[in-house]
C-alpha cells in the first residue's frame, strides 16, 4: 500500500504541483534521500511512496488526476524498462521520470523512447533538478495529451467528412421543377454520423425516387452498412429496380454485409411519377411520415412490412398509392426525431412531433425542417437530450 511522506518544513515560495507525486522506490534511503531534497526544493505536491511495482499500480488504478510517477528501474517484482511499460499500461496518463544510477545513463535515455519524459541520476540529485524535472514532465505530458487529442479530432473530422459523402449525398437531380431540402444532426454522444442515411434521385423519365433509411446501433460498422444500403439503393434505382423487388434486394445485400445477426435497419422508400398526382410508398419497420396539404398537416402510416435483417427473405413490403393534391409536402425522417424524452418518463412521441409540425405549418419548406427539429430538440433538452441521429426529408413538386 502506498505511504504517504511527511516533507518537514515549508520553503517560502514554494509552488504547488498539478500533479500527485508518487515515488516508487525499494530502497528506503533512496526514498529519504528524495525527502531531503524535495524538502529544500520549491515544489509543494502531495507524495506517496510505494517500494514494489504492484503496490503502485494498486495506488494508479484508484488515483484520479493527474500524476507524475518518480520510477526507479530496479524494483524487487520488476527490472529495467518493462517497469516503464508495465506503469503506462496502469495509467497511460501517468508523466513519468525514471531513476538511474551513475552508470546507467543509457538506461535513462533508452527509458524515454519507451514513453517516459525524463530521466535523473540519483547520486546527482538536487532540489533545482528535482524540481525542473518534475515539472517539465507534467508540463510534456500534458501537451503530447494536447497533441493527442487534437490529431485525434482531426481524424473524427476526416471521418465525418467521408461518411458524410456516403451516407449524405448531394440528390442526383435530372431537372428542375422537384425541392429537396434535407437536414442530418449526429447523435451528441458520438459527434459522428452513425447508421442513419438518405438519398434522391430523378430518373431520365422525370419520376422523384427517394429513400430514408437507420441501421441499428451506433458505430463505424453501423454507418458503413449504412453507406453500403444507400449505394445499393441507388444503384437498384438507376437500374430500374422499385417497390417490393428493391427491398427485398436491399435486404439480402444487407443479411450478406451485415457485422452480426441481430443488425436490423429500417427504411421507406418513395416514387413521385412525373404526373405529380401521388405518391408510391414502401415502408420496411419505419416510422409513418407526414404529409403536408393544402389543408393542413397529418401524419400517414402506410402499409409496410417488418425491418430488413429480421428474418431475411420472409418479409412481405406492400406498395401504397398516395394521392397528392398541388402543393403537397412530404416529410420523412428517423425516430431519433421523436425519441427523445420531454419529461421523467414521457417522450416527443408521433403525436408530439404531429403537435409541433402543426403549430410551425405554414412555414416554407426549408424554414419548416430547421424549426421542426430545433422544437424537438428544444423539448429533449431538459431531459437529457436527443440522443440518437436525426435525418429529416422534406420532398415536394414546385409549385412553378
Known sequence: MAERLVVPGAVTGRRRL????LLVEDDAADA????????ESDLAADVHWCTSLDEARRFLSTHIGPVCVLLDLHLPDVRGLDAVRQVLAAHPDAAIVVLTGLVEGEAGHTAVAEGAQDYLVKGR?????????????????????????????RLRAEE????????????????????????YDPGREQGLL?????????????????????????????????????????????SGCTGPAQIR?????????????????????????????????????????????????????????????????????????LPLEPGTGIVVFTDGLFEGLTGPRTRLGENGLLALAREYEALPAHQFVQTLVQ???????PHGGLADDIAVLHLAWGTG
Not at 529519504?32 to 524538502?39: A, I, R, Y
Open 194 to 238: 452513425s447508421g442513419d442515411f438518405y438519398d434522391v434521385v430523378q430518373t431520365a423519365d422525370g419520376t422523384v425516387h427517394a429513400v430514408i433509411g437507420d441501421v441499428s446501433g451506433h458505430g463505424a460498422a453501423e454507418a458503413a452498412l449504412g453507406v453500403c444500403l444507400r449505394v445499393a439503393w441507388r444503384a437498384a434505382v438507376l
Open 125 to 153: 540529485l538536487d532540489a533545482e533538478t528535482l524540481s525542473r524535472a518534475v515539472r517539465y514532465a507534467v508540463q510534456r505530458k500534458q501537451v503530447e495529451q494536447t497533441s493527442v487529442a487534437l490529431h485525434a479530432g
Open 249 to 321: 434486394l436491399l435486404e439480402e445485400i444487407m443479411a450478406a454485409e451485415r457485422s452480426a445477426q441481430q443488425v436490423f435497419a429500417t427504411l421507406t422508400s418513395l416514387v413521385f411519377p412525373p404526373d405529380r398526382r401521388s405518391v408510391r410508398v414502401v415502408r420496411a419497420g419505419h416510422p409513418g411520415l407526414l404529409v403536408r396539404g393544402p389543408s393542413g398537416t397529418t401524419w400517414y402510416d402506410p402499409p409496410g412490412g417488418m425491418a430488413l435483417g429480421i428474418a431475411p427473405g420472409t418479409g412481405v413490403w406492400p406498395e401504397t398509392d
Open 32 to 39: 529519504l534521500l528524495f525527502t531531503d531534497v524535495l524538502e
Open 160 to 183: 465525418n467528412a467521408r461518411l458524410e459523402l456516403g451516407l449524405l449525398p448531394v440528390p442526383l437531380m435530372r431537372g428542375t421543377g422537384f425541392e429537396v431540402d434535407a437536414r
Open 18 to 21: 498539478d500533479a500527485a507525486l
Open 375 to 381: 422544437a424537438a430538440t428544444d423539448a429533449a433538452a
